[in-house]
Structure formats: structure tokens, C-alpha cells
């Protein structure tokens, strides 16, 4: 399986602040996808994204809110804009497969 | 939006009982996965049924799929305190993302 890693794994931010959140994969993927997990509750998706175009959007999520880079295929990055206390959430990368799907460890977001 | 839904949301037992968790789902699918997830941590990927397989084995874990009743189950046997986590499963067609159910909670008490 592939490894996956987060940065930062975990952050307490101030609301109104933005926070990027970086994804690395140690092989090369052609579609990574951004989850959210807020608490107590299961992932939903947030968007698709594929190398060379922009990310695909699931309803109930606008890219100004939730900006994503993909400069490559091995790294993505999720921002979260203008935060308030709802987005208090983990945020999950996970690069697309066919077969198993594997996560990276997340990243526990808190706003204050 | 959430394709499954666990049976029950939350389970507890005594540790060395067997532990069964139910999912069923709406949509033709490829694939079945379950994983578990410690509190706040990241998800572990258990195990993978295909649509054409009706059980698996992975160590204590067995996982049953029941296409034509759209759901599957997780069976744990002679469970661990460590087994504590909630556990999801998550459905895809080819290469469209999971997605996810609810999850149920289960506490095995030592």
C-alpha cells in the first residue's frame, strides 16, 4: 500500500484564519480525494482532484471555501479559507484506487 | 451523501465475545471495504469484499456480502479491549471515491 502522509497532523486556529493542509503520496496517483470527518460523525467527501485540471466539488462545497492544489502526482494540498468554529473537523487525503483505498492520518483541525 | 448505514451505532460487549456489525448499502457497487478508527486518529483498512465474493477471512475478522440484499457484515470474533474503535464500511463503483456509512462504536470491555 502507499504511503501516505499529512502535515500538519494536528492545529488550533483562530476563526477567520485559512490553513493548508499538505498531502504526500510516495507513488504517483492520478486522483486523490479530500474528506471531512467532523466530530462524532463519518467522512463526507469534499472534492476530487486530478492533476492538470481543477478539483470536482461535492455539494455543500464551494472552492473559495476549500481550495485545492494538485502540482503533481504524488502531492496534493486542501486549504481551508475564512474558518469558523464548524470547520473543526479531520481532514482526510486519500489518492483513488481501484482496489483498497488507503487514508492519510489526518489532520485534526480546531478553530477557535 | 452517505451510501450505508451500520447496525447497530453503538456495541458493547465483554472482551472474548464476538462482536457483529451490520452495513447495508443502496446502490450497485464494485466493491465493499470496511475500516476501523481509533478515537480521532486516522482509518485502518481492514478489508476489501468484491461484489463477486461472498465472505472473507482476515484473522479474526469475517466479513459476509449479500449483493442481493445490498449488505454486508463484519463479524470480530474473540475480541480485545484493543478492538475498542468505531468501524466504517464504504462502498465505490471502479474508481469513484468511498462512501462512507455512518459507523458503529464498539466498546469491548476488559
Known amino acids: 500500500s502507499a504511503v501516505i502522509s499529512q502535515k500538519p497532523s494536528r492545529d488550533i486556529c483562530q476563526r477567520g484564519t485559512s490553513l493548508t493542509i499538505q498531502c504526500q503520496v510516495d507513488?504517483?496517483?492520478?486522483?486523490m480525494f479530500w474528506y471531512r470527518q467532523q466530530p462524532g460523525q463519518s467522512l463526507t467527501l469534499i472534492a476530487t482532484?486530478?492533476?492538470?485540471?481543477?478539483?470536482?466539488?461535492e455539494s455543500g462545497f464551494v472552492i473559495d471555501k476549500f481550495p485545492i492544489s494538485r502540482p503533481n502526482l504524488t502531492f496534493s494540498t486542501l486549504t481551508v479559507s475564512n474558518m469558523s468554529p464548524e470547520d473543526s473537523s479531520i481532514y482526510l487525503c486519500?489518492?483513488?484506487?481501484?482496489?483498497?483505498?488507503?487514508f492519510g492520518p489526518g489532520t485534526r483541525l480546531t478553530v477557535l | 451523501s452517505q451510501q450505508g448505514e451500520e447496525d447497530p451505532q453503538a456495541l458493547s460487549i465483554q472482551e472474548g465475545e464476538n462482536a457483529t456489525m451490520n452495513c447495508s448499502y443502496k446502490?450497485?457497487?464494485?466493491?465493499l471495504q470496511w475500516y476501523r478508527q481509533n478515537s480521532g486518529r486516522g482509518l485502518v483498512h481492514l478489508i476489501l469484499?468484491?461484489?463477486?465474493?461472498r465472505e472473507k477471512h482476515s484473522g479474526r475478522l469475517r466479513v459476509t456480502l449479500d449483493t442481493s440484499k445490498k449488505s454486508s457484515s463484519l463479524l470480530i470474533t474473540a475480541s480485545r479491549a484493543a478492538d475498542t474503535a468505531s468501524y466504517f464500511c464504504?462502498?465505490?463503483?471502479?474508481?469513484?471515491?468511498?462512501?462512507f456509512g455512518k459507523g458503529t462504536r464498539l466498546s469491548v470491555i476488559a
Open positions: 469484499i468484491r461484489s463477486n465474493e
Open positions: 486519500s489518492p483513488g484506487s481501484g482496489h483498497e483505498q488507503f
Open positions: 482532484a486530478n492533476q492538470g485540471s481543477e478539483a470536482t466539488y
Open positions: 464504504a462502498t465505490n463503483t471502479g474508481n469513484t471515491p468511498l462512501v
Open positions: 446502490t450497485s457497487i464494485n466493491n
Open positions: 507513488s504517483q496517483v492520478t486522483m
